[in-house]
């Protein structure tokens, strides 16, 4: 059981998190690594000359090579540090939107994305004139390479989608996307923070321009993200900030920007949270995906058939459990989201409600907030067995006869 990893559930032995796509737990070879650099190798990097910052420069490149390996990224040049994924988006909108895109430009958005995807462009486009536009999907989550195509223009200019929604679970056809996109001149900035922990994912092959991931959602710490960006694309951005370690040179006047991918890390860097995303790459190779995917899967497909056989239980998005990817989300008759929530906390069980920070979506399927679980490679049948438990006694629970 890969649930012994995770000192979080020794501690609270009682508790089922079926929250990971908000954040992941963490198991102890990452805190482990983490407590290991701060106890052994902690300095300043990137300047120092003294011993210690050498081994902290060389845990910090460490962890970006592993990164690089890990979404097979051409260079280490293309990987960019952040605080997230959030971060990462942002630093896209306003270096690379706020240069290269003017009024008459247009801004294409997939309508289910987070609003770390949707919000950034919004206010790129009010800064720009640059038109924003968005793609609609079908009420299950579904957007057709025929639907991408009808939307571009001679004047879209890049088009912003998650690979896996945070909402629907459905897993978008990105390298496709991206051909598309490209025959129209177009770029394409993906956020890849459902998919990048669950499944392979090569940058190289699916040929976008930017991907997006967090490590908090891939049992890392918090506080340490990933921008991966074509090196042609990075090299002709200005800094997103400035200060030290970003600069090569300053003068009163004038400085000039130290090479990539140090350009968008100004300040002292978040060595502890880089290493503990290097230890959590290696926890999941060590795992591999072939297991990942299966464990979450099966529980996927398990949770998924039980809940449509409930009475009063809405499942959001695909009729089939295949697209959901370890992300089920879903409503209960007469029962609002907040209160499901209540219900599912005082069995101890973690899930989330809300608008899931996808308001236009929730607004373009009518529904104004849901619930929802999401699976992490810890979990397991007893898991599904509590939460489907609970489920089947939420509309009673709130004085429904059925």
């Keep these: 059981m890969l649930k012994q990893d995770f000192p979080i559930f020794a ?16 198991p102890k070879a990452v805190t482990d690594a983490v407590a290991q650099y701060y106890a052994t190798e902690n300095a300043n990097p990137l300047r120092g000359l003294y011993d210690l910052s050498v081994r902290a420069t060389d845990a910090y490149e460490n962890a970006r090579a592993a990164v690089r390996d890990f979404i097979h990224a051409h260079s280490t040049k293309e990987i960019i540090f952040t605080r997230n994924a959030t971060e990462s988006l942002n630093l896209v909108a306003y270096s690379w939107g706020r240069e290269n895109l003017c009024r008459g430009d247009e801004i294409l958005v997939a309508i289910s994305e987070h609003h770390s995807n949707l919000v950034p462009w919004q206010i790129v486009s009010q800064k720009t004139g640059a038109k924003l536009r968005y793609l609609e999907c079908d009420k299950t989550g579904l957007y057709t390479e025929e639907s991408l195509r009808n939307a571009l223009t001679p004047h879209t200019k890049i088009f912003a989608v998650a690979q896996i929604s945070n909402v629907f679970g459905d897993l978008n056809p990105i390298q496709k996307f991206a051909e598309i996109c490209h025959q129209n001149n177009t770029l394409i900035v993906c956020d890849g923070t459902q998919s990048v922990p ?30 991966y960006g074509k090196r042609e694309l990075l090299e002709e951005m200005p800094p997103f900030l ?77 009729e089939n459990a295949e697209q959901h990817h370890g992300i089920i989300t879903f409503a209960v008759d007469g029962v609002h989201p907040h209160d499901i929530a209540a219900i599912f906390d005082a069995d101890n069980v973690a899930i989330r409600a809300g608008h899931h920070c996808a308001q236009p979506l929730h607004q373009f399927l009518g529904v104004p907030s849901t619930a929802r679980m999401s699976l992490g490679l810890y979990n397991d049948e007893q898991d599904i067995e509590r939460f489907i438990t609970t489920l089947k006694s939420v509309r009673r629970r709130m004085g429904y006869d059925g």
């Design 198 to 227: 669950h499944m392979p994912v090569d940058v190289q092959a699916l040929d976008v321009d930017f991907l997006a991931f967090s490590g908090h959602k891939m049992y890392a710490p918090m506080g340490i993200g990933v921008l």
């Design 242 to 318: 400035s200060g030290g370690e970003m600069i090569e040179y300053v003068q009163r006047e004038s400085a000039t920007y130290a090479e990539l991918p140090h350009k968008f890390e100004a300040g002292t860097v978040n060595v502890g949270g880089a290493v503990g995303l290097h230890a959590a790459i290696n926890y999941i190779n060590r795992i591999g995906f072939e297991q990942i995917q299966k464990l979450e899967n099966d529980l996927t497909a398990l949770a998924f058939a039980q809940m449509r056989e409930i009475p009063g239980v809405q499942i959001i998005g695909a």
């Design 11 to 26: 501690a609270y032995p009682d508790t089922v998190y079926l929250d990971t796509s908000a954040t992941s737990q963490k």
